[in-house]
Structures are given as structure tokens and as C-alpha cells.
């Protein structure tokens, strides 16, 4: 294995994506919908701020808009009042759990149009793939 077959792979990846990419729609961007991912219970604003990678004013704003929009709820955490906890909403959840990166109609007639062995031996070397990425 070299460094060639990592940029290859790169290209290809950035290809897919382009192609596939889902894009924002009219009620959330990519940003609101990777923050509703991270929320689970309780999930404490500056955990979510930190995981994310935003600062802190950043978050809080969108998490404002979120919940202005009936995707997030907010409260005071009963153990420490300086905590802000927070958690989705039915609508929320119902987003998250209907959520894909992907564009699924398109990604379905993309891999109709690889030969079916192909397409086996694609799905189990990215099956592969990803179980050492996560090794």
C-alpha cells in the first residue's frame, strides 16, 4: 500500500460526495442538523459548544434558533441552575431519525449502475475499510 492509493481514495471520496452531497433545505442548514445529532438528554450546552468544535456564543445562538423552531428544548439543569440542559424535541427526534448525508434516491441509482459483483466487493471493502478506521 502507498500514498497514492490514499490519494486515490480521497479523490474518489471527494467525487461521491460532490455528486451525492444532500444540501441544506429550508428548515436546517448542515450545521443545525449535525448539532441535533449530538443532543441526546441532558446533553450540557458547553459539552455540545466543546464536541462540536464552536465556540461557545456560536452554539448558544443556534441552539436558540432551534429551539425558537420547535426542534430543541433548553431548561435549567434541577442540579446546578448555571447549566443549561438540553434535549430534541418530537419534531427533533423526528428529523434525526429520518436524516441521511446522502442523497438515498440518487446513491440507489448510482450503485444500480455498477455491476453487481462490483457492487459486492465495493460494499464489503468499505465494510472493511471502516471497521479498521474505527480500530
Given at each position: ?15 461521491i ?14 450545521h ?90 465495493m ?13
Open positions: 500500500m502507498n500514498s497514492s492509493d490514499s490519494e486515490r481514495f480521497e479523490q474518489l471520496y471527494r467525487r460526495w460532490g455528486a451525492l452531497n444532500r444540501q441544506d433545505d429550508p428548515d436546517l442548514s448542515q443545525e442538523r449535525q448539532l441535533l445529532h449530538h443532543i441526546a438528554p441532558g446533553t450540557p450546552l458547553t459539552w455540545l459548544a466543546t464536541h462540536l468544535g464552536l465556540p461557545k456564543s456560536t452554539t448558544s445562538v443556534m441552539v436558540k434558533a432551534l429551539a425558537a423552531r420547535g426542534f430543541v428544548e433548553r431548561a435549567r439543569d434541577p442540579d446546578d441552575e448555571r447549566r443549561l440542559a438540553l434535549r430534541l424535541t418530537a419534531k427533533g427526534q423526528e428529523v434525526v431519525a429520518k436524516d441521511t448525508v446522502l442523497r438515498p434516491g440518487d446513491l440507489t441509482a448510482a450503485l444500480a449502475e455498477v455491476a453487481p459483483d462490483v457492487r459486492a466487493a460494499l464489503e471493502g468499505l465494510r472493511q475499510l471502516a471497521e479498521a478506521a474505527e480500530r
